[in-house]
């Protein structure tokens, strides 16, 4: 037991670190999304419920969206996704460097380390996860440990994102040209480079948050010369193409589930990486504005960003074509994973057009801090991203365990899920629209929403059970399941179904390296 | 991908989990030494808990990183000498991290009223020009180490070596010689937003120089018995050349403009 402990613990083996970063992550999905059900109780009537002070609120609000975005969606899928496929779909027995990837895995456990604190310190951060100053700087509450869970995350993000560059780079087996990459590769090395370029940016704007409350230097401090929209601009500059350091890895997986499950070529591969991916990383670090339309700047600028946020859509929507037109003609096996992926196209589709209204300036200008928003992002940023990852656990679970983890319970909580969350979000929408604020405790201006925020609540509670259903069949299935019959139980084409064993062992291949011919693709069903 | 028939040589499988306990045991250092002890000085004002957590995460950096540094001499890496194609990468981030600064500085200083702020003394001419020549000789001793080790001279490797730290180390005396004496005229990190910008900008820098210094000596210690690794050299010259080059747009931006 010590020894396997040991073995678990000190691994620099990449499908190890990457199952570290699975648990590490689903831990603070769980506790996120309890979070998340208090909110929601919280808001079933008007008036303050279950929280004993608004400020529990506001340390809910804090560790719900730090966690889910920093503990679960990003290192969930930049950490384990990215970890444990990577070096298998590209036919390399490890990362370039493997004991800098151990330590990515153990500074992100140390931020979840500090993000869990929160709930036994004294003065607990209740900053939101975007920590507006001058709210964060006057605060009481303990605003370095938000700073520090962002720079533990972040410099582990830093790391593995040149860790996977240079492995896409240096790495690929003999034979394996650019254009015979899987999707799921092409996607994931988009979203390393934008962490790469844009985490030190949200590292530098928290340390002057850091520096402006604890060591009194005037970044965000307008009495001495500092701005506070300075903070905004760093924060966004970040954070927004935090969406697609999420939203691509997202998008890989549904790639390479969709065709794996529809026996089907990608379609448009090449106008999908070179436009879609690509389109994404350059046009990302130029739409941040549309989350200040409303903090006052001048026109041109607002215009201007309005103009790029509506452009890239157009990277986007190859993405989006591409995947559904890798469903024309497909021969489709509608197992769990594939049900995620089809609820994914959904979701996107919700998500993706109710951002078009927010990229108007003169619609965000009414529609910004309201509830609509809210029920926008989560559309397209968390529901859209967690389903993605479902699809994939379940797709590569036999990879990881040698058993599946499809059966009965996955399929009733994945209609639990998708059901769940509409009758969540769907109220959010409408009652956005009437001028429902976001972020708030209570609505005691707005008693005729309490029929909404009731169903909204409901929504949550089935989605709340059906998560944890569905996380205890994952354990199950683990130790249990059933047995996959060889290391290939989908049939799938690419490397770590053909070259891997199911789970795939230590050195990734049993055989001799892999080589590949010139016309091998990871989607070559119709040979 | 000319190097990657290297990597898998001999075809030699691994049929064991690789592990190494350093890079743990550096994660953990880091969560007590930065934020715990930070957190216990900074927000909860207690002497006894920031001895403590400084206590239990510096001797574990320490030992996690040199464990860490032996192993990376010894061992033969997966696809050797391509750390030296990951600094490159890593400089990228960091380069990002000096532009928020910088950015942070151009807005508040395009959208000042006044420049410089009241409160400001005038910045000093000769030592910044000082600082320069020393921080590019730097550069260019480092370089002929690498050189030296290159053609298997061991000792003069060593001595540029040495005196690329030196160097190294005089410019960082002349950062605490400067720094004492603003703040000794009371020019603080909070005076105003100049000296919050040119502490912060300076001061990352001159925290880069530390590193970078650093590295020199764990590549130096080594080399005193005679072990030597061409890749990790490399990387902390790669290093250096890249903290010299982010100097010349610190000294023009702080001191010239």
Same mark, same amino acid.
């Given at each position: ?527 | ?152 001279? *061991?000792? &003069? /490797?060593?001595?540029?070596?040495? #005196?690329?730290? $030196?160097?190294?180390? =005089? ?29 912060? *900008?300076? &001061? /990352?820098?001159?925290?880069?120089? #530390?590193?970078? $210094?650093?590295?020199? =000596? ?40």
């Amino acid at each position: 037991m010590g020894a396997l402990l040991k073995e678990w613990v000190f691994t620099t083996d990449h499908k190890r670190v990457g199952i570290l970063y699975l648990i590490g992550s689903i831990a603070a999905f769980l506790v996120a999304g309890l979070m998340a059900m208090l909110m929601r109780l919280e808001q079933s009537t008007v008036g303050l419920n279950i929280a004993t002070s608004p400020d529990d609120y506001n340390v809910w609000l804090y560790f719900h969206g730090a966690a889910m975005i920093l503990g679960f969606l990003i290192p969930g899928l930049t950490g384990f996704f990215a970890n444990f496929l990577i070096p298998l779909q590209i036919g390399a027995r490890d990362v370039a460097f493997p004991r800098l990837n151990s330590f990515s895995v153990w500074l992100f456990w140390a931020g979840i380390v500090v993000a869990l604190l929160t709930f036994v310190i004294p003065d607990k951060p209740d900053v939101m996860w975007t920590g507006y100053p001058p709210y964060s700087v006057k605060t009481l509450g303990n605003t370095a440990f938000y700073v520090f869970t962002v720079h533990l995350i972040g410099f582990s993000s830093i790391l593995a994102s040149i860790n996977f560059i240079v492995t896409i780079i240096y790495m690929r087996a003999p034979g394996m040209g650019w254009n015979q990459m899987n999707m799921f590769v092409w996607c994931t090395f988009g979203a390393f480079i934008i962490q790469l370029v844009f985490v030190p940016v949200l590292a530098a704007a928290v340390t002057m948050l850091l520096f402006d409350k604890y060591l009194g230097t005037n970044f965000f401090n307008p009495a001495q010369g500092g701005d506070v929209l300075l903070y905004q601009n760093l924060f966004w500059f970040y954070s927004h193409p935090a969406v697609y350091v999420i939203f691509l890895p997202a998008v890989g997986i549904l790639f390479d589930v969709i065709a794996a499950m529809g026996k089907n070529r990608v379609f448009n591969y090449k106008a999908a990486v070179y436009g879609g991916v690509f389109g994404i990383v350059l046009i990302t670090g130029e739409v941040w504005v549309h989350h200040l339309y409303v903090a006052g700047m001048p026109d041109w600028l607002r215009i201007g960003q309005m103009v790029t946020t509506l452009l890239i859509s157009v990277p986007v929507g190859l993405l989006v074509i591409s995947l559904w037109g890798s469903l024309y003609r497909a021969a489709i096996t509608f197992n769990t994973a594939m049900m995620y992926a089809a609820a994914c196209l959904f979701l996107l589709l919700v998500g993706g057009l109710t951002g078009i209204p927010l990229a108007m300036t003169v619609l965000t200008v009414n529609l910004s801090e309201t509830a609509f928003v809210h029920a926008h992002f989560h559309f397209v940023m968390a529901l859209f991203a967690a389903f993605a990852m479902f699809a994939g656990v379940y797709f590569w679970f036999p990879k990881m365990t040698g058993r599946l983890a499809d059966g009965p319970l996955a399929t009733i909580t994945f209609w639990m899920n998708l059901i769940g969350v509409n009758i969540t979000f769907w109220p959010l929408f409408i009652i956005g629209f009437r001028g429902m604020p976001r972020r708030y405790y209570d609505y005691a201006m707005f008693p005729e929403f309490q029929p909404y925020h009731q169903v909204a609540t409901v929504g949550a509670l089935i989605t709340g059970t059906a998560m944890a259903l569905m996380v205890i069949n994952w354990i199950w299935a683990a130790a249990k399941g059933k047995k996959a019959e060889n290391g290939n139980p989908w049939r799938a084409k690419s490397l770590e179904w053909t070259h891997a064993d199911c789970p795939a062992g230590p050195g990734n291949f049993p055989g001799p390296d892999p080589k590949l011919d010139a016309d091998w693709t990871p989607y070559n069903y119709a040979k | 991908m000319a190097n990657h028939s290297a990597s898998h040589a001999g075809g030699a499988h691994a049929h064991h989990w690789e592990i190494s306990t350093y890079p743990a045991i550096v994660a953990v250092g880091v969560l007590f030494l930065v934020p715990m002890a930070f957190s216990a000085w900074f927000v909860y004002h207690s002497l006894l808990l920031t001895v403590l957590f400084a206590g239990i995460g510096t001797p574990l950096v320490l030992w996690g990183v040199s464990g860490w540094i032996g192993e990376g001499m010894s061992h033969k890496a997966l696809l050797p000498g391509v750390a030296v194609a990951g600094l490159p990468v890593f400089i990228i981030s960091e380069v990002f991290i000096f532009l928020s600064i910088f950015a942070s500085y151009w807005m508040m200083r395009l959208m000042a009223d006044v420049w410089p702020p009241e409160g400001t003394p005038a910045m000093p001419f000769g030592l910044p020009i000082f600082m320069t020549v020393v921080l590019v000789t730097s550069s260019v001793t480092i370089h002929i180490a690498e050189e030296k080790q290159e053609k298997g001279d *061991l000792a &003069g /490797f060593r001595s540029m070596l040495m #005196l690329t730290i $030196a160097l190294g180390l =005089v410019f960082l005396a002349c950062t605490i010689y400067e720094y004492s004496h603003l703040l000794g005229i009371g020019f603080v990190p909070g005076t105003n937003a100049f000296s919050t910008v040119f502490y912060s *900008l300076t &001061g /990352f820098h001159a925290s880069h120089v #530390l590193v970078g $210094a650093a590295v020199f =000596v764990a590549v130096l210690i080594p080399a005193f018995s005679g072990k030597t690794n061409l890749t990790f050299t490399k990387c902390a010259g790669i290093y250096w050349h890249f903290v010299d080059l982010v100097w010349f747009f610190v000294v023009s931006q702080v001191y010239f403009w």
